[in-house]
């Protein structure tokens, strides 16, 4: 089995590269495999769905784009005049970022990432899903002070999973959101790996909990929202 981090990116390179026209797929515990286009992972800010343009205004500042794929949103802020730092943990995408014009691009697990501060932590694509489980959430945000200016912002969307579940069939020994995934790229596969998404009111509580004050700026009838944290005064 290959790493988590290695096939995506290996699949974005490959797309990007014009050396493989092969699908990525995603499996989940929820039911069949969906088709992960990867041409999204280029699209322009026209392209993007309202969550995310709303997300890219939102930030200011220097901005630290974490688990920044192919660099689509860095790529944006940049042409905007913003500073800021795509922090990949796949090289393979890390690659494509540089080849695409991203100007700082980091290969680091934001989980080991230090020596900066920023005004604007943002993940796009439930990327705060790196969290893994509520408790990850908690040291996630832990974390997160350790690299945002003293009036930093952390921006995130997700997604409340479960409408996923059939009525009264939540899972009895974890929390709801914690969903195991696995990547399939042509006959490869990776392991099967946690993912977290949250509604707004468990994500609130732990937000408030470590220290931050919680915004909703944005919902959509998919049940998805984008947050926007501050560190309480």
């Not at 014009?18 to 990867?38: N, Q």
């Not at 350790?146 to 930093?152: A, E, I, K, R, T």
Request: aromatic fraction near 12%; include cysteine.
């Amino acid at each position: 089995m290959l790493p988590m981090i290695d096939l995506p990116g290996k699949a974005i390179q490959d797309f990007y590269c014009s050396k493989s026209r092969k699908k990525l797929f995603i499996h989940d515990t929820f039911g069949p495999k969906v088709e992960m286009p990867l041409s999204y992972y280029f699209r322009n800010f026209g392209a993007m769905p309202e969550l995310e343009r709303l997300a890219l205004k939102h930030c200011h500042g220097k901005v630290l784009d974490i688990g920044a794929a192919a660099g689509s949103h860095a790529l944006e802020l940049q042409q905007r005049g913003i500073d800021v730092v795509a922090l990949e943990i796949s090289p393979a995408a890390t690659q494509v970022m540089k080849d695409r014009g991203v100007l700082q691009v980091v290969n680091e697990d934001f989980f080991s990432f230090s020596g900066q501060r920023f005004d604007t932590l943002l993940l796009m694509m439930n990327g705060v899903g790196i969290c893994s489980t509520l408790q990850g959430f908690r040291e996630f945000l832990k974390k997160c002070r350790s690299v945002l200016s003293s009036d930093g912002q952390i921006i995130f969307d997700s997604c409340d999973v479960s409408y996923m579940y059939e009525e009264g069939e939540l899972p009895a020994n974890h929390y709801f959101g914690e969903i195991e995934f696995k990547y399939q790229y042509g006959t490869s596969m990776t392991d099967w790996f946690k993912w977290l998404y949250m509604d707004i009111a468990t994500m609130r509580k732990i937000a408030d909990e470590e220290g931050f004050a919680s915004s909703i700026v944005f919902t959509d009838e998919d049940h998805q929202y984008l947050a926007v944290l501050r560190v309480k005064n």
